[in-house]
DNA sequence: TATAAGTGAACGAATATTCATTTATATTTG
DNA sequence: CAAATATAAATGAATATTCGTTCACTTATA
């Protein structure tokens, strides 16, 4: 039997991924992104049951990339500070590693897609960031909230910065640029919030 | 002549903004809308230059409900953390009152329509932003940061609170009701991450 | 009566998806 | 080892809809 061209698979979402972008929902077009990709509309057919579910499971594949980005060093047992410290250097590198992925990812939060999507979200990661709280909270390095209080006030204010600085500026018309020295800034911040 | 019904401009732009939230940018489409309306298709034309041209302008609507509500009681001479409160308290409020229209400008903050969209935003509204950040600085109410690390630390947590309440659940399955009291837990974080 | 609001049908272009065929290759056969 | 075969990958053209937009026309009112 003929074997399937991984290569192909592979500029698929990445043209995917390049167009959405780009153009946004309307501009991912099935018989544009074949194009784009250099294959025939009905190989896209091959690999995804149909519109809905190529943008699902475009998703799936980002979102294992970001995971796994995040959890790279990563141990839910390190003391509060350094895997809060270890989690925010990973999370901004792959915001400037893949931006297009990032942005991609953003837009499928708000829309149709996001519930779809959330129902095949990663288990495993997020226990394992549930516990890394949990413990922090125990061993009382962090006060005792909701983890949604939690991640709201730990992980927000960082892809906050991650958007202005791929919208290319601020609040006012000022270029912005996010840079080490500004995480840093923040992080401190976050964890005078965070400590008790 | 003929006068326009005011009526029909408001029906538009409500019918538009559910089928959007509803749908996506895909559902949007001009004859749906029109049909859903209760209006010719050619009359959105009288409307609106054209599909783009009436989400921009659908944009700038909505951007001024939330500024309105935003502002409601608010003046940038107050002190840091009346006026936070304040701020957190409308926009809360907003959120509340108009999910849909939320739903609808954070879809659009990701998509190709952003620039277009930040181009029309109400310069008043950020310098009275800016101009309370500057005056809580000046009286040392606030740790002295660049004006876009304190609005990351000081308001996405607060977003970020309303998008897993919106979402219906928090970041595991359980269900997630956004109440009083846990923003005001979450508030309190916040202001001790601001303050000297 | 002048004029802008509002219409419904129509336009070509673009949409998602399908299907009868062709192509490449892993496996089996001689 | 080489040739035949089976099979999934890949295709391009065609499907019926739906899309955004226009235009000749009617309607309501200042």
Known sequence: MRTRDENKEETIRQKAIELFVKHGF???SMQKLAKEAGVSPATLYIYYKDRD???VQLWVWVMKKMVDTTLEGFDPGMSF???L???WQNRARFCMEYPMEL???E???YSPYHEACSKKMDA???NTMGEFVHNAIRRKEVVKVPVEVYWSVAFAPLYQLVKMHMSGRGLRDEKFVLDEKTINQT???VLKALKP
Chains 1, 2 share one sequence.
């Open 26 to 28: 309307d501009g991912l």
């Open 53 to 55: 579910d190529m943008i």
């Open 81 to 83: 500070e350094a895997g």
């Open 85 to 87: 410290k270890l989690q």
């Open 103 to 105: 942005h991609f990812m």
């Open 107 to 109: 837009q499928i939060k």
């Open 124 to 126: 495993k990661f997020i």
């Open 187 to 189: 992080f401190k911040l």
